[in-house]
């Protein structure tokens, strides 16, 4: 089974600083991987997929960078809205799907 | 409007059963993949299970294998988990969710907003 961890658990950052958010995985998982935000009491929305694609309607300041076991999530100039928890997800292996334990991002 | 709609979930017994339904609408349902994630209290996500469009291809976490069943029904544009000899640990808010692709082969771009499943004597 392929284990993701995500670093660090909490994230403290002031509103307009960068967040950088990192994933491992225990193998290679090329680039099917996808991000996650988590606000208190909503579903999940996804992010990013295939490590670095923008889904439909993300800002700009989101962007994700890696491949194979390392991977990065940034927010460029942290908004308000942008407080929550963010989980990564490996979708290499079939039948497994595998998350991370989420970072919370939250206000300095 | 591309909606997912969870229903079903409740108090049950440790040992009995429960089904869960994902009604599907604004989307072309029997193109996509689709699958189960749960979030325990306070905790993170947990993939359960995943259907190819076709059922052709079906995948659980070991936590739920033997225990559930997913399937779908294309005509209903529905998907279903079939949940038995559930445990305390099963306690969760289940979300159903849909893939990006036919196959179970990519991210979820789409999720429901929940149903909550406690198991509790």
């Known amino acids: 089974e392929i284990v993701m961890t995500q670093s660090p658990a909490t994230l403290s950052v002031s509103p307009g600083e960068r967040a950088t958010l990192s994933c491992r995985a225990s193998q290679s998982v090329s680039s099917n991987l996808a991000w996650y935000q988590q606000k208190p009491g909503q579903a999940p929305r996804l992010l990013i997929y295939g490590a670095s694609t923008r889904a439909t309607g993300i800002p700009a300041r989101f962007s994700g960078s890696g491949s194979g076991t390392e991977f990065t999530l940034t927010i460029s100039s942290l908004q308000s809205e942008d407080f929550a928890v963010y989980y990564c997800?490996?979708?290499?292996?079939?039948?497994?799907?595998?998350f991370g334990q989420g970072t919370k991002v939250e206000i300095k | 409007e591309v909606q997912l709609v969870e229903s079903g979930g409740g108090l049950v017994q440790p040992g009995r059963s429960l089904r869960l339904s994902c009604a599907a609408s604004?989307?072309?349902?029997?193109?996509?993949?689709m699958h189960w994630v749960r979030q325990a209290p306070g905790k993170g996500l947990e993939w359960v299970s995943g259907?190819?469009?076709?059922?052709?291809?079906?995948g659980y976490a070991d936590s739920v294998k033997g225990r559930f069943t997913i399937s779908r029904d294309n005509a209903k544009n529905s998907l279903y988990l079939q949940m038995n000899s559930l445990r305390a640990e099963d306690t969760a808010l289940y979300y159903c969710?849909?893939?990006?692709?036919?196959?179970?082969?990519?991210?979820?771009?789409?999720w429901g907003q929940g149903t909550m499943v406690t198991v509790s004597s």
């Open positions: 259907i190819s469009w076709n059922s052709g291809s079906i």
């Open positions: 969710a849909k893939d990006m692709g036919w196959e179970p082969s990519d991210a979820f771009d789409i």
């Open positions: 997800q490996q979708y290499n292996n079939w039948p497994t799907r595998t």
């Open positions: 604004g989307f072309t349902f029997d193109d996509y993949a």
